[in-house]
Nanobody, 115 residues
């Protein structure tokens, strides 16, 4: 069984920075995608940033230029550096990994950006 444990959420003022980290335990398939999604109150869960096993990165348009995703393949960790945060970035952020039909989520970590 795969477990994803997130850390690093919190409260920050607009313009500030936060770094989220996620550690995966269990059997992670070599071709897995890892990344981050978020869900704001009353909204659907949306992709923030993901990175493939080959290193290809995909970002939501709303975070391009502000967020940077990184992955340590040896340690099965993925991080999200979030700069120039905006109030609209407020959400619960979920770590995610998947391969073929297997999909796993972390418990989520709250990020709140005050104006």
């Amino acid at each position: 069984q795969v477990q994803l444990v997130e850390s690093g959420g919190g409260l920050v003022q607009a313009g500030g920075s936060l770094r989220l980290s996620c550690a995966a335990s269990g059997r992670i398939f070599s071709t897995s995608v890892m990344g981050w999604y978020r869900q704001a109150p009353g909204k659907q869960r949306e992709l923030v940033a993901v990175v493939t096993s080959a290193g290809y990165k995909n970002y939501a348009d709303s975070v391009k230029g502000r967020f940077t995703i990184s992955r340590d393949y040896a340690k099965n960790t993925v991080s999200l550096q979030m700069n120039s945060l905006k109030p609209e970035d407020t959400a619960v952020y979920y770590c995610h990994t998947s391969w073929t039909v297997n999909v796993y989520w972390g418990q989520g970590t709250q990020v709140t950006v005050s104006s």
